[in-house]
């Protein structure tokens, strides 16, 4: 009970101190705001480039063309050592009369063409195409297919593909570094901010000393003064997450310049986006709070 008590005075005070300290607690959600503000973008970037990543990847193929002369059971080998290789998240196998139908019915040059081939006259050759489970090892993968038994052609977008790959990561890579970066940027400067208010209330933090107040009494206004502040910073931040994202998914119809680069749908991933604005506002303003009553003050 005597901790309730405690905690529940803490927080009257803490929210006291934001009034009484008006000024100064306004400089505080401001740089809170300002760099919050940054800090969603660059959570919607990264977000969304690591959408865009696991998009791709997900469309990415390797086709396997079968020799000509390849029988029954050469293709039933091949499905027997796809499904015990590694990598192979699943494949489809498509005979090269279906390909010809396919083929047929797609384009009315290929039907004029076709239509009189029989299974001895079809050029065309069995194909399999396979998902895989880890991109960075496709290379590997097509590789190691490419040595089987009446394989005849192995294609994945070889080159591209990996270039592709690593260029999203290194943008994935980039983004999350400059959300870190800003919430460091962010206490550094809640830090400082709280110095002052801290400073100024030296006299009252001294009676409370010989009062015989602990470290800990002493120390949780402060703490939780740097919550409210955060709370508050995250306010803005949050309601131009919520409504600029809505505005720029509609905009762009839910693609970025090309059907390749699918947006992220606004539900449920703008109040996702902005619980996690929330929790950074609050726990960046309780470190910059500890920081600033720890070093600052030496309590």
């Known amino acids: ?24 607690s306004l400089a505080s959600i401001s740089c809170i705001t300002i760099t919050l503000i940054i800090v969603a973008i660059a959570i919607m970037a990264s977000f969304n480039v690591q959408n865009f990543t696991e998009e791709i990847e997900k469309d990415l193929t390797i086709v396997v ?7 029954e059971e050469d293709v039933d080998k091949m499905k027997d050592y796809l499904k015990n290789k590694n990598n192979i998240a699943k494949y489809t196998y ?64 070889e080159g591209m593909v990996e270039k ?17 970066a800003l919430v460091v940027v962010t206490v550094f400067l809640i830090i400082n901010t709280i110095k002052l208010t801290i400073f100024s209330r030296k006299r009252e933090i001294g009676i409370m000393r010989l009062v015989g107040a602990s470290n800990f009494s002493i120390k949780i206004p402060f703490i939780i003064e740097g919550m409210i502040l955060g709370l508050f910073g995250s306010i803005v ?6 409504y600029g994202y809505l505005a720029f998914y509609k905009h762009f119809d839910g693609y970025l310049f090309t059907k390749l680069i699918e947006l992220i749908p606004p539900e449920p991933f703008i109040y996702q986006a902005s619980i996690l604005i929330i929790i950074i506002g609050i726990i960046v303003g309780m470190i910059g709070s500890a920081s600033a009553v720890r070093k600052y003050l030496k309590v």
Do not use: C, H
């Not at 009970?1 to 100064?24: E, Q, T």
């Not at 489970?133 to 994945?156: C, H, P, R, S």
């Open 1 to 24: 009970m005597k901790l309730i008590r405690m905690l529940g005075r803490s927080i009257r005070d803490a929210f006291k101190s934001v009034i009484r300290n008006f000024s100064l």
């Open 65 to 71: 063309f079968m020799e000509n002369d390849a029988k």
């Open 94 to 157: 498509q005979p090269k009369e279906d390909v010809k139908e396919q083929m047929m019915e797609e384009y009315d040059v290929f039907k004029s063409v076709m239509k009189d081939w029989d299974e001895e006259d079809n050029p065309l050759r069995d194909t399999f195409k396979i998902k895989v489970k880890d991109v960075e090892k496709i290379g590997k993968t097509a590789a190691d297919i490419k040595k089987e038994n009446k394989v005849a052609l192995v294609q994945y977008g």
């Open 164 to 180: 592709l790959v690593n260029a999203f990561a290194s943008i994935e890579k980039v983004a999350y570094g400059v959300v870190i």
């Open 237 to 242: 931040p949050v309601i131009l997450t919520t």
